[in-house]
């Protein structure tokens, strides 16, 4: 049997919440930024914390493919170098009218820092999926402190 997704039609530009709409537009403008001459699909995220500030990332290729990195993690690395750790939201912005959900090791470490994470999937439409990513992830792997 085939989940059906639910999909808000409404332009994400235009939602209301200024904060959302904020977070939606750094994620649609970060695909102008992605480095993809292999794949050619150029990818946004930014991720919003508890205090409102957004941190953005984009997808970086590389010719050896296991170097390349996912605008999710960027995003999530920026906001750590600037010692932000409490994550509210997240909006993946993809190149074209598919929806681009999270690889699973952007899910893992999302994970470490936010399990309740609302996670928003944009498309060049301007429609939008929101997810909790519990959802994407049910079971994430945790080293409890003195495991070996």
């Known amino acids: 049997?085939?989940?059906?997704?639910?999909?808000?039609?409404?332009?994400?530009?235009?939602?209301?919440?200024?904060?959302?709409?904020?977070?939606?537009?750094?994620?649609?403008?970060?695909?102008?930024?992605?480095?993809?001459?292999?794949?050619?699909?150029?990818?946004?995220?930014?991720?919003?914390?508890?205090?409102?500030?957004?941190?953005?990332?984009?997808?970086?290729?590389?010719?050896?493919?296991?170097?390349?990195?996912?605008?999710?993690?960027?995003?999530?690395?920026?906001?750590?170098?600037?010692?932000?750790?409490d994550f509210k939201a997240i909006a993946i912005a993809s190149p074209n009218d598919k929806f681009f959900y999270p690889c699973g090791a952007c899910l893992q470490v999302m994970a470490e820092f936010s399990p309740d994470l609302d996670i928003y999937l944009i498309n060049n439409s301007g429609a939008f999926v929101k997810r909790k990513l519990k959802e994407f992830l049910p079971y994430t792997f945790k080293l409890e402190k003195g495991e070996n």
């Open 1 to 85: 049997m085939t989940k059906q997704i639910e999909i808000n039609i409404d332009h994400p530009l235009d939602s209301g919440n200024l904060e959302m709409d904020n977070l939606f537009a750094r994620a649609l403008d970060m695909r102008n930024y992605a480095y993809a001459p292999y794949s050619k699909l150029t990818v946004g995220a930014a991720l919003l914390t508890e205090n409102g500030r957004i941190f953005s990332g984009c997808n970086v290729e590389n010719a050896s493919y296991g170097l390349t990195m996912c605008a999710e993690r960027i995003a999530v690395f920026d906001a750590i170098s600037h010692a932000r750790k």
